[in-house]
């Protein structure tokens, strides 16, 4: 029987928060051409180089330095916790790499292949399709795979979205929170460039065309990062028997020069808290693993913001990180893979 293997991928951090560190890491993340996708090389390294990175680089380094923990990253160390929990009840190994900085994907390859993995499964912790983010993490380990261990069989999770095992992990995970009062719940989800929703349908007659087009029912809703976190949001709420009065959408970490998605989140808490809302909750469903954007851009900046307009109390929920509703997500579908392939791989 071949040995099989999971390989679980994040987005990544810097090795430290020295500026070089970060400028290192930056370049390494708007240099992937499916983040920044100019459609000429030269100036999309222009662009990176010599606009982006100079001017974003000792604030990023700033605001990394305000979530640092004595063991590093966040999302590196709890991503880390996370395979040890999952390792712990599994009877096949589990590795981890991250799209950009380490833990690398081509390292955590070269293991997996030197100890005699013949059959991967790729568990991107992202819940959602995104070009910028699923998409461009698998398709980097099957090219390094290729160079790395070409016999490999490379099987992948598909985004999990609206799957009820990780809807009722991400309610049973915010149930506390949301038993305490509060007078609205703030669902705040990664932007992206309006111009990757219509580049990811591949019907061109969906996505921003049709009225109300991510409530719609759709195939383009298959790669249609908007329509499915908003799946996640209706998901969560009818589960959660929320009051529709109280819940909203927004979308943080934009970049500027053109559109993206809207309402900008930083704006939604302003605005929110203008209007009389006092308690404000913010639930980060499109990271499963708390972040620079979640603990530097939310639970700071986004506090700040809404405190500054008149707001009293703001909680970011925290993200499923390494809690045992999330290592037993992650198991059960692993098992359900497992029992998928095990007749074949015995042929």
């Known amino acids: 029987?071949?040995?099989?293997?999971?390989?679980?991928?994040?987005?990544?951090?810097?090795?430290?928060?020295?500026?070089?560190?970060?400028?290192?890491?930056?370049?390494?993340?708007?240099?992937?051409?499916?983040?920044?996708?100019?459609?000429?090389?030269?100036?999309?390294?222009?662009?990176?180089?010599?606009?982006?990175?100079p001017f974003r680089a000792k604030n990023s380094a700033h605001a990394y330095s305000t979530i640092w923990t004595d063991e590093g990253s966040p999302l590196v160390v709890t991503s880390r916790h996370t395979r040890e929990k999952l390792q712990?009840?599994?009877?096949?190994?589990?590795?981890?790499?991250?799209?950009?900085?380490?833990?690398?994907?081509?390292?955590?390859?070269?293991?997996?292949?030197?100890s005699g993995v013949e059959r991967l499964l790729l568990f991107p912790q992202y819940p959602h399709y995104a070009m910028s983010s699923w998409e461009t993490v698998v398709v980097k380990v099957r090219r390094e795979a290729a160079r790395i261990?070409?016999?490999?069989?490379?099987?992948?999770?598909?985004?999990?979205?609206?799957?009820?095992?990780?809807?009722?992990?991400?309610?049973?995970?915010?149930?506390p929170y949301l038993d305490h009062p509060h007078d609205h719940l703030l669902f705040s989800y990664h932007s992206i460039p309006v111009r990757h929703l219509t580049k990811a349908d591949s019907s061109h007659a969906h996505c921003q065309t049709v009225p109300d087009c991510c409530n719609t029912c759709s195939p383009a809703h298959a790669t249609c990062y908007k329509a499915q976190v908003t799946h996640t949001t209706r998901a969560f709420a009818g589960k959660a028997g929320l009051d529709p009065a109280k819940w909203?959408?927004?979308?943080?970490?934009?970049?500027?020069?053109?559109?993206?998605?809207?309402?900008?989140?930083?704006?939604?808490?302003?605005?929110?808290?203008?209007?009389?809302?006092?308690?404000?909750?913010?639930?980060t469903p499109a990271f499963v693993t708390d972040c620079l954007e979640t603990l530097e851009e939310i639970r700071v900046r986004g506090a700040e913001d809404f405190i500054g307009a008149g707001g009293e109390s703001f909680e970011?929920?925290?993200?499923?990180?390494?809690?045992?509703?999330?290592?037993?997500?992650?198991?059960?579908?692993?098992?359900?893979w497992q029992a998928k392939v095990a007749p074949v791989a015995a042929r």
Not at 268 to 276: Q, V
Request: glycine fraction near 4%; include cysteine; hydrophobic fraction near 45%.
């Open 316 to 336: 970011h929920i925290p993200c499923l990180n390494d809690q045992p509703v999330w290592i037993d997500f992650l198991a059960n579908r692993v098992r359900r």
């Open 1 to 53: 029987m071949s040995q099989s293997a999971v390989l679980l991928l994040n987005l990544g951090s810097p090795d430290s928060t020295s500026v070089p560190d970060v400028k290192r890491y930056l370049r390494e993340f708007l240099g992937d051409e499916r983040v920044i996708d100019k459609p000429f090389q030269p100036l999309r390294w222009l662009l990176v180089n010599g606009i982006i990175i």
């Open 248 to 283: 909203s959408m927004a979308f943080q970490s934009r970049i500027a020069n053109e559109p993206w998605i809207k309402p900008y989140t930083d704006y939604e808490c302003k605005r929110l808290a203008r209007e009389g809302k006092k308690r404000l909750l913010v639930i």
């Open 88 to 114: 712990a009840v599994m009877d096949l190994p589990v590795e981890l790499a991250m799209n950009y900085g380490n833990p690398s994907i081509p390292a955590a390859l070269a293991r997996l292949a030197a």
């Open 149 to 175: 261990a070409p016999g490999m069989i490379i099987e992948c999770v598909r985004p999990y979205y609206e799957d009820d095992d990780y809807i009722t992990a991400l309610v049973a995970s915010a149930r």
